[in-house]
């Protein structure tokens, strides 16, 4: 079964730090592109950053661009997301979301096709 | 960023109507869209992909059509399952921004 789960999220002092994680399993990782969407209280959905299957290439949304860092562990079978410099506008619930390629002869479509449960994060004082 | 603004932004509607829920992109994206379900206090599912191509496991109630700008999400005979919120999100270019939602309410 493919599966992505979530850990790490929690209360937070605003500038503080929190290292969300997400456990893959059930298909090849190294073989996609990874995303971190969030979701604020009552709000919708914010795509926040992505990284390619080798990790080379990294994505941010510009709310956090310079505060938040993803990677991931092919080895592992686990992604990341280092988000530093918390601000209260940061409290969402975080999902990751597995990036799925089709392709119609010279065109690529991307979509998140597997997500997890999501981990929420609160930035309070 | 491209902008993405769907209509209405809450509809109410009873078990069995047809149902059509628009998308609309602030400049043209071809048919790089997708539209995902959200269930209350539950993950998206992704339902379609480049605007008409249903997802493995989505029941056939469900369509997509559209490009260039504009978009539609149709349910053709909702049951209570259905009850939910959509998003559409566009593919075209980073950061791949989606729409502020549509709440799907039981009439």
């Known amino acids: 079964e493919v599966q992505l789960v979530e850990s790490g999220g929690g209360l937070v002092q605003p500038g503080g730090s929190l290292r969300l994680s997400c456990a893959a399993s059930?298909?090849?990782?190294?073989?996609?592109?990874m995303n971190w969407v969030r979701q604020a209280p009552g709000k919708g959905l914010e795509w926040v950053s992505a990284i390619s299957g080798s990790g080379g290439s990294t994505y941010y949304a510009d709310s956090v661009k310079g505060r938040f860092t993803i990677s991931r562990d092919n080895s592992k079978n686990t992604l990341f997301l280092q988000m530093n410099s918390l601000r209260d506008e940061d409290t969402a619930v975080y999902y990751c979301?597995?990036?799925?390629?089709?392709?119609?002869?010279?065109?690529?479509?991307?979509?998140?096709?597997?997500w997890g449960k999501g981990t929420t994060v609160t930035v309070s004082s | 960023d491209i902008q993405m603004t769907q209509s209405p932004s809450s509809l109410s509607a009873s078990v069995g109507d047809r149902v059509t829920i628009t998308c609309r992109a602030s400049?043209?994206?071809?048919?790089?869209l997708n539209w995902y379900q959200q269930r209350p206090g539950k993950a998206p599912e992704l339902l379609i992909y480049a605007a008409s191509s249903l997802q493995s496991g989505v029941p056939s109630r469900f369509s997509g059509s559209g490009s260039g700008t504009d978009f539609t999400l149709t349910i053709s005979s909702l049951q209570p399952e259905d009850f939910a919120t959509y998003y559409c999100q566009q593919s075209y270019s980073d950061p791949y921004t989606f729409g502020q939602g549509t709440k799907l309410e039981i009439k």
């Open positions: 059930g298909f090849s990782f190294s073989s996609y592109a």
């Open positions: 400049q043209s994206i071809s048919n790089y």
């Open positions: 979301a597995k990036r799925t390629t089709a392709n119609n002869g010279p065109y690529y479509y991307y979509y998140m096709d597997v």
